[in-house]
């Protein structure tokens, strides 16, 4: 400030103004560069966080670390109780479709199943014997059915004998009367009134006795409708009993596929082509319903890709993959999109998250996708739970 007052008057503002300046651009000079890559790293950063997601997914090739080989890996357990006989297989051997695995003793489930048998055979008998029973009830519904036209023939035949009769007795009785007439006018012989009278108390009697063979026959022909009946109810019964006799043949052979299902469960099998992992169980050893006896690994192979949900703007089913599995480097192994989960991983988990209560903090998340292998694919090699890096190469 001294300096400057030593300066003319005329010329101190000028002098002042000059010195301002010099100031001013060494303060430029000084703070002006860092000031302006301040401005432009803030400028970025704010573009990529308001577009980021919309950046992320719009690449072509969508790539994730967070992949793995996955494979049907079932622990095979027991569904009967019982004692170890034999375990077939060694640990991580490859077994076929069918291959016999463990094998349990299975004397039990064996007369179990002779037993169940054996009460079918005695239910197919009774249904046998109910069909011949039957068979025989026919046969007498038959024999009273012909007592019927037997005694209805009798009926008839004693009809017309006692019509017959009834006109011998009439002219008999007329006969009499003419003879007496004639035998009190001594137009006649006693010998001849004696005889028409005989012939009338004979054929009186023979109309008696046709009387008396015509109430036989309908007491015949009542007896054998009732036998008839009688017999039909009876085949009702047995037609009854016989539905009752097959409902039990059929909870008899029910009890013998159980008994035999049982039986085939004392055999485990690989249920597909595979490969079993460490054995759980040895001979001797007992086991109960849902003990696990041994792992097993099947052939199908497929990749699950967790991609980040900013990714999966543009991956749709279908879409080529390049899988590098970490151990085989250097390595392509080609597939497609097959899936794509129907909800993020967080969702399936035991917990999932509940982002209503408390203090939230926004987290990406990541949505399974499988990925299956192209065909010709060695899938032997690939070992489930193994790492990969896939890339997506979308349609876009």
Do not use: C
Not at 6 to 30: E, F, N
Not at 88 to 111: F, M, N, P, W
Not at 121 to 141: G, V
Not at 183 to 190: D, G, L, V
Request: no cysteine; aromatic share 4%.
């Amino acid at each position: 400030m001294a300096e400057d007052l030593m300066v003319p008057a005329p010329d101190r503002l000028v002098h002042i103004r000059a010195k301002t300046v010099g100031w001013l651009k060494v303060q430029s000079q000084k703070y002006g560069t860092p000031l302006l890559v301040l401005l432009l790293a803030a400028g970025l950063v704010l573009t990529m966080t308001r577009n980021w997601n919309a950046w992320e997914g719009a690449q072509v090739e969508q790539i994730t670390n967070d992949a793995f080989v996955r494979g049907d890996l079932t622990p095979l357990s027991t569904k009967v109780a019982g004692l170890v006989r034999d375990v077939t297989v060694s640990d991580y051997q490859a077994v076929h479709k069918g291959d016999e695995l463990v094998r349990l003793v299975d004397d039990d489930y064996q007369a179990q199943v002779a037993q169940a048998r054996a009460a079918v055979e005695a239910a197919k008998a009774a249904l046998e014997n109910n069909r011949r029973q039957r068979e025989l009830q026919d046969a007498r519904i038959e024999r009273a059915e012909a007592g019927i036209d037997q005694a209805n023939a009798q009926i008839a035949a004693a009809v017309a004998g006692k019509q017959a009769v009834e006109a011998d007795v009439t002219r008999t009785r007329a006969e009499r009367s003419r003879q007496e007439a004639l035998f009190t006018a001594a137009s006649t012989t006693q010998q001849k009134v004696e005889a028409a009278v005989a012939d009338e108390q004979r054929l009186t009697a023979q109309a008696s006795s046709r009387d008396a063979d015509l109430t036989q026959a309908r007491t015949l022909l009542r007896s054998n409708e009732l036998a008839v009946e009688t017999e039909r109810r009876t085949k009702t019964v047995l037609e009854s009993q016989e539905l009752q006799l097959r409902a039990d043949l059929l909870a008899r052979q029910a009890g013998l596929d159980a008994a035999e299902i049982n039986l085939g469960y004392t055999h485990i099998v690989a249920p597909a082509d595979g490969t079993v992992g460490e054995r759980q169980v040895r001979p001797g050893q007992l086991v109960s319903p849902g003990t696990q006896v041994i792992p097993f690994v099947a052939d199908t192979r497929w990749v699950q890709a967790n991609f980040r949900e900013t990714q999966l703007t543009n991956i749709r089913v279908g879409d080529p993959v390049d899988i590098r599995i970490d151990i085989f480097p250097g390595e392509v192994i080609h597939g497609k999109v097959l899936d794509i989960a129907p909800a993020s991983g967080s969702q399936f988990a035991l917990l999932p998250p509940d982002n209503a209560t408390g203090n939230f903090t926004k987290v990406v998340q990541r949505v399974p996708v499988k990925i299956a292998l192209d065909d010709g694919t060695e899938k032997a090699r690939l070992r489930p739970g193994l790492s990969a890096v896939v890339t997506v190469r979308t349609r876009k």
